[in-house]
């Protein structure tokens, strides 16, 4: 069965930091492109950093560009987003989600994790 845990989520204070980790189990993420989602309450879902197979393609949303940081272990199966300088505005659920590269979109997905800022 193909599922993708997300763990480390909790309140933080304002200018701190997370680190958010995604494992995958039954099948190997080496093969598709990784990538972390988040929700906020009333919010549509809004990608927030990607990564591809090899690791070298990285791309951020502008909220994330020079205070998140995806990686990706393909030998331990995890992808993580380490947040630095948390805002409230990073309130929402985070998502781990996957794709094939040939895809369009992201088949795989997470149940979340939540992250909440406090000011």
């Known amino acids: 069965q193909v599922q993708l845990v997300e763990t480390g989520g909790r309140s933080v204070q304002a200018g701190g930091s997370l680190r958010l980790s995604c494992a995958a189990s039954g099948w190997a993420l080496s093969s598709y492109v990784m990538a972390w989602f988040r929700q906020a309450p009333g919010r549509e879902r809004e990608y927030v950093a990607g990564?591809?197979?090899?690791?070298?393609?990285?791309y951020y949303s502008d909220s994330a560009e020079g205070r998140f940081t995806i990686t990706r272990d393909n030998a331990k199966n995890t992808v993580d987003l380490q947040m630095n300088n948390l805002k409230p505005e990073d309130t929402a659920v985070y998502y781990c989600?996957?794709?094939?590269?040939?895809?369009?979109?992201?088949?795989?997905w997470g149940q979340g994790t939540q992250v909440i800022v406090s000011s």
């Open positions: 990564v591809e197979q090899d690791g070298y393609g990285i």
């Open positions: 989600a996957a794709k094939s590269e040939r895809k369009n979109s992201f088949e795989f």
